[in-house]
């Protein structure tokens, strides 16, 4: 290994490493980056054989280095642009699917067909207290009285037929408590 002088090699070539980067980079650390790593790699080269020394060497450093950090900014705004365009899709996706949501479809006749069976599936009892509760928009305390039960037994029976609706609206459960509220 020779004695080669960093400091005179970095004194006399590293402005013409930045310009020369900074042309091609246009964003100064960047530059300052390669110049720098191009110089400390030239220098290397020249540690350990000075006759290959020259300045088309060290400019093949510089522009392969240019080159490497510009297809890096290539690829990193590539894959910013992949995101930003997967988060688009997701976004329209989502505008058309609650642009197309219709209140009447949602509420078809196939949920109304749903519920309706599963009410009749009920005992007597516990159907005509959901209805009284739903329907008729009576309150527990009102369907007590009229049924001659406790508020707590009302409550069991709405309860009941909640939990049916549940199990038979399972797939639509989401639209299910908008309906019945």
Sequence with gaps: MKHVDFKEIYEKNYRRCFLFALSYLHDEMDAEDV?????????????KDETTASPALLLTIIKNRSLNCL???RLH???ITNVSESYDREID????TLESCDPQEIFSIEIHKII?????SLPPL???IFEMSR?????????????KLSEKGVEYHITKALKALRIAL????????FLIS
């Excluded at 110049?35 to 540690?47: G, M, N, P, T």
């Design 135 to 147: 329907y008729d928009c009576l309150s527990v305390k009102e369907i007590a009285l009229a049924k």
């Design 35 to 47: 110049a720098s790593d191009s110089l400390v790699k030239y220098w290397e080269v020249l540690r």
């Design 71 to 73: 297809r890096n900014k």
């Design 93 to 96: 996706i989502r505008i058309n």
């Design 126 to 128: 516990t159907q005509q």
């Design 116 to 120: 309706a069976q599963t009410i009749k």
């Design 170 to 177: 399972k797939d639509y459960l989401p639209l299910f408590f």
């Design 77 to 79: 705004q590539d894959i």
